[in-house]
């Protein structure tokens, strides 16, 4: 089993940046897919970036390609979001998510466990 806990989030203006980190808990933790979600109001959670287990393979949405890096390091436990230029659009609440089988990172769906999410407001 995995638990995760986001940390990293606030209020930021159009432009500026923010990383997000969220640490795990468990020991098979290198073995998971990791990806990032975010959730607006009124909107569905959708998918922002995913990295493998080693962190040599990552995928990102359209909307944040060449803003937004996700990295992992296991010997921590680990998985970041760097998120620069920002925009008001960017305002969600950002999850991090857990996924053994890794078969399809976009997916929702697929991922088996869930931090409770960190709030990121970008200010126009």
């Known amino acids: 089993q995995v638990q995760l806990v986001e940390s990293g989030g606030g209020l930021v203006q159009a432009g500026g940046s923010l990383r997000l980190s969220c640490a795990a808990s468990?020991?098979?933790?290198?073995?998971?897919?990791m990806g990032w979600f975010r959730q607006a109001p009124g909107k569905e959670r959708e998918f922002v970036a995913a990295i493998s287990w080693s962190g040599g393979g990552t995928l990102y949405a359209d909307s944040v390609k060449g803003r937004f890096t996700i990295s992992r390091d296991n010997a921590k436990n680990a998985v970041y979001l760097q998120m620069n230029s920002l925009k008001p659009e960017d305002t969600a609440v950002y999850y991090c998510?857990?996924?053994?089988?890794?078969?399809?990172?976009?997916?929702?769906?697929?991922?088996?466990?869930w931090g409770q999410g960190t709030q990121v407001t970008v200010s126009s």
């Open positions: 998510a857990a996924d053994w089988f890794g078969r399809s990172w976009y997916n929702r769906n697929e991922y088996d466990y």
């Open positions: 468990g020991r098979t933790f290198s073995q998971y897919t």
